[in-house]
């Protein structure tokens, strides 16, 4: 991503690899933009490697493949009504959705050195499996079920990414960058059930994903190739989806960050980390929630788990 890179242009030939590592950490327990604590809420560690590789086909265009890895684990407790007893563990791993990308830079880098605009249109396989097992501590015994949403390697559908990128040099030395990318999910449900008590939310949802940046780069140690980012991030899940239905069960809501990150380039090798840190969180009204309780108010919301903070750190080569 722009931002995190010290070369914005690949000459054509050349390939470009990079694995970025993700951790997450969810426990905070919000209802729409409220937190509300609670002893019992189910906490989720992810770990998520992903692998790209791209191969930079003219000046201005190039195609890419992503590959994510997951390992992920959710502990919650027995549960039966308002009765709580221990504590357990689910946990799922293995191969996410792969996607397919093209990108291109909309002028001509020979004449943009300073300035200029990338979009990316892609597809996403639905590679990762979406109906993940495990055991479940019950007051009677353990079930095998399927794991929590969250936690599921994969969606189960087919969807559309769509992304657009763009920088501008200010003076010498400072960078301004922006970043937008949307997975577009048509499929409405993919069959898998959730064993929740609501009817409406009985199977799982395939729901749409958003992340947007804009950001600053500035030098820090330029004998070293060494530059500060601080980046303003929003994420999360929209309660409808561009196209197609939003029923079934999904968690909707947003995250707005602030993400200081650091990355040191020599000759073909970046290496990056940053940590972007929560300001606001939103777990919104899912079309359930609106379908079961209508008043737009948030006591019909259902709640989620938002992490204090991200870490993300990477290294990339181009060769």
Known sequence: MIGAAGQVYDLPGSWHTSLVYRHQHSERRFVGDQEQPDPHVAVNDLNVFDLSLSYTLTSRFSLGL???ILEMNREQSVRAGQTFGDRFSTQSHGLGDVSVIARGWLF?????LRHNVNTAIGVKIPTGQDDVTDRFQTFTGSVVLTVDQSIQPGDGGWGIRLGASAFQTLGNSFELFSTVDYLSNPEGTNGVPTYRPRASEGIMSVPDQYLARL???APIWPKWQLRGTLVGRIEG?????LIGSSTGFRRPGYAVSIEPGLNMTNKANTVFISVPLAIYRNRTKSVPDEIDDPIPTTLGNGDAAFADYLLLMGYTRTF
Do not use: M, R, T, Y
């Open 108 to 112: 001509d880098p020979a004449k943009n």
């Open 215 to 217: 950001g600053i780069q």
């Open 66 to 68: 992503n590959v994510p």
């Open 237 to 241: 899940v929209p309660a409808h989806d």
